[in-house]
């Protein structure tokens, strides 16, 4: 067992949350009992992981996308009323950790993907950012388009869409997590020969196009499962909890 804001404290402090500037609250979202025992982790805060929760008789639901994120609807109606609702009749506290998870070197998403596709990362992607979200690194052997989206299916469960680039081979891969389509042009700026990321915009099929540049679109669900693994794993070890992760399946 340990206390709520004991668990709080280190899990803060570990991803460093002060130093970032995020779209929501990091931390504490929705408090329940001050006694944890057992925590359940997952990706998103849906009805189906609190149902989870409350099935395994959680005191605490860890996750990396939460709520309250800037400019939604602030009313507590509707599915989000629902699942507040639920969280608290059952005293369960909601955890959330979005762009520390991201980006801590070893917990984080993009270090875990890294790990996943057996990238060895060689620095940030934006040199320039304080807290930099997504990284740049080597494979260690060149493969072509189709081998490396094989391997990238192979590791995510999830085959990618691949928007087909220049170069002949791909060692030199950039990468970030979720919804970073956009920093495509980060990748391309530092000479990447290929950057993966969640999802996909239709612009990105033109700008790939034309920058050159390989696009994997991994899915967003499946380039983020391992931060909030690696987080409960290292809070288990940390506190000696019970923590298990729920993988509930999201096609985007």
Known sequence: MVELNQLLAWCNKTLNVKAFKDYCPNGLQIEGSHSVYKIITAVTASQEAIDAAVAAKANALMVHHGYFWKGEPEPLTGIKGQRIKKLMQHDISLIAYHLPLD??????????????????????????????????????????????????????????????????????????????????????????????????????????????????????????????????????????????????????
């Not at 000479?191 to 996909?200: N, T």
């Not at 409960?232 to 940390?238: E, F, I, P, R, Y």
């Open 103 to 252: 980006a801590h070197v070893s917990l984080g998403n993009n270090a875990a993907l890294a790990d996943l596709l057996g990238i060895t990362i060689t620095g940030p992607l934006d040199p320039t950012e304080n807290q930099p979200i997504g990284n740049v690194g080597e494979l260690t052997a060149p493969m072509s388009a189709d081998e490396f989206s094989t391997h990238l299916t192979n590791c995510l469960q999830r085959m990618p869409l691949h928007i087909a680039g220049a170069s002949a081979t791909i060692q030199k891969v950039g990468f970030c997590t979720g919804a970073a389509q956009d920093f495509l042009y980060k990748a391309a700026a530092l000479d990447c020969d290929a950057y993966i990321s969640g999802e996909v915009s239709e612009r990105t099929y033109h700008e790939a196009k034309e920058l050159g540049i390989h696009y994997f679109a991994c899915g967003h669900h499946a380039t983020e499962r391992g931060g909030i693994q690696r987080l409960g794993q290292a809070v288990a070890q940390q506190f000696n909890l019970d923590v298990t992760f729920m993988d509930f399946n999201n096609p985007v």
